[in-house]
């Protein structure tokens, strides 16, 4: 089994509607990240987590928002989907003082 | 955390020695360099970071000039299996600076 593990998969939906990109984690780390990948594009960080208790916005977080449940899960929301939302979404996790990030597999978000 | 620039694409023949270059012109004393490569639409993968030595494991080598300025990861023997955009990443090791930036790399082609 996977360490990080997103759900679903890939998933198309419909202007307006109400998203979630799930993640889990085994690895027992206290940092999670999202990203989102355009085609051609690098990575940007959407959301990040150190634990529990602490949130924060990356570098486009207008139009997101997530929630950490647990120390192993980490959610990320779309309140109301738009097509410009269209991407590859990574989740990612990392042990505190590390640079070595550990991705998912990643969740193909089409909003049509 | 420093800025990098690599070269937008480069091919490389099956077999060789693939030697990617990262200009890395303004990193600090403390900052560490740090490679990624993501494979098709995979999640990123680490693969090798440094600070000042030269550095090598199962899948790669890092060779980091004197003045830190640049470095280049080198494949020793390429094969089909590392067609994927690398990623170069300056980090300075402090604990809560987790996160990393992605830009948007090169995209090595192998040859057969």
């Known amino acids: 089994d996977a360490d990080v593990t997103q759900t679903p998969r890939n998933r198309i939906t419909k202007t307006g509607k109400r998203i979630m990109l799930e993640c889990s984690q085994t690895k027992g780390h206290d940092r999670m990240y999202w990203y989102r990948q355009d085609p051609g594009l690098g990575l940007r960080l959407i959301y990040y987590?150190?634990?529990?208790?602490?949130?924060n916005k990356g570098e486009i977080s207008d139009g997101y928002s997530v929630s950490r449940q647990a120390q192993a899960k980490f959610s990320l929301s779309l309140e109301s989907a738009i097509p410009n939302q269209t991407a590859l979404y990574f989740c990612?996790?990392?042990?505190?003082?590390?640079?070595?990030?550990?991705f998912g597999e990643g969740s193909r978000l089409t909003v049509l | 955390d420093a800025k990098t620039t690599q070269p937008t694409s480069m091919d490389c023949a099956e077999g060789r020695a693939a030697n990617l270059p990262c200009n890395h012109s303004t990193i600090s004393g403390n900052e560490y360099v740090y490679w990624y490569r993501q494979i098709h639409s995979q999640g990123p993968q680490y693969i090798i970071h440094g600070l000042k030595n030269n550095e090598t494991n199962e899948m790669a080598s890092l060779i980091i000039t004197e003045d830190r300025k640049s470095s280049t990861l080198i494949l020793p023997h390429a094969t089909l299996r590392d067609t994927a955009v690398y990623y170069c990443?300056?980090?300075?090791?402090?604990?809560?600076?987790?996160?990393?930036?992605f830009g948007t790399g090169t995209r090595l082609t192998i040859i057969p």
């Open positions: 990443i300056v980090r300075l090791p402090l604990r809560g600076n987790e996160k990393l930036t």
């Open positions: 987590s150190f634990d529990v208790k602490d949130i």
């Open positions: 990612a996790t990392s042990a505190a003082g590390t640079g070595e990030l550990f």
